[in-house]
C-alpha cells in the first residue's frame, strides 16, 4: 500500500498537467514562429503530450480503484485504511450543497492550483446535479471536476498537435 500512497490521485493529475501544459506551450511556440523550417521541440512536445496522457490514464485507474465501489470480499481494515487516506489527502469533498461545496472547492489548494475560479464555478454548475444521479456520490465531485478539466486540457493540447502537424506538412 505504501507504493499507493506516493502515486495517489492528485500526483498523477499534477505529472499529467505538468506534461501537458509544457507540451501546450510547445506546440504554441512552433504555431507563433514564422519561420518554422525548423523545430527541433516538435517530438519533446509530443513525449510530453503522450506523458500527460500516460499521468492522465494512472490517474483515472486510481481514482476508480479509491472512489469506485469494492468488492464483497474486501476486508475492513482496507475500508478503513481506504476512509483514512481519502481524508487525509482531501481527495474528497466535505459538503452536500451547491454553496457549500462552491465555497469549498474555491479553496482547495489543489483545485486552485491548476483551475480559476471560473473554471471551478462552470465545472461545478455542469456536474452537481448529474453526480447525484444514480449510483454516483456527491463526496467524489472534486476528483470529476479535475479529471475532466485535465481531460479538456489534453483534447485542445491534441488540437495544437494537429496544428502543428498541419503547419510542418504545409511548409514543405
Not at 13 to 23: D, P
Not at 67 to 83: A, F, M, N, S, T
Not at 118 to 139: A, N, P, W
Request: proline share 2%.
Amino acid at each position: 500500500m505504501h507504493k499507493f500512497i506516493e502515486e495517489h490521485i492528485y500526483s498523477n493529475v499534477a505529472r499529467a498537467f505538468t506534461s501537458v501544459n509544457k507540451a501546450a506551450k510547445l506546440f504554441q511556440g512552433f504555431l507563433d514562429m514564422e519561420d518554422t523550417s525548423i523545430f527541433p521541440d516538435y517530438y519533446r512536445a509530443r513525449n510530453k503530450l503522450r506523458e500527460g496522457e500516460e499521468a492522465y490514464k494512472d490517474a483515472l485507474r486510481n481514482a476508480k480503484k479509491m472512489l469506485g465501489p469494492l468488492p464483497e470480499y474486501v476486508k475492513d481494515d482496507y475500508l478503513q485504511w481506504r476512509e483514512e487516506f481519502l481524508e487525509q489527502h482531501q481527495i474528497l469533498a466535505k459538503g452536500n450543497e451547491l454553496e457549500e461545496l462552491r465555497k469549498e472547492l474555491k479553496t482547495s489548494d489543489f483545485l486552485n492550483q491548476w483551475m480559476t475560479e471560473e473554471d471551478i464555478d462552470k465545472s461545478l454548475d455542469q456536474h452537481y446535479h448529474s453526480q447525484q444521479e444514480g449510483k454516483r456520490k456527491m463526496v467524489n465531485i472534486k476528483v470529476r471536476i479535475i479529471l475532466d478539466k485535465l481531460k479538456e486540457v489534453l483534447i485542445n493540447t491534441k488540437e495544437l498537435q494537429n496544428q502543428t502537424m498541419k503547419k510542418q506538412q504545409e511548409n514543405l
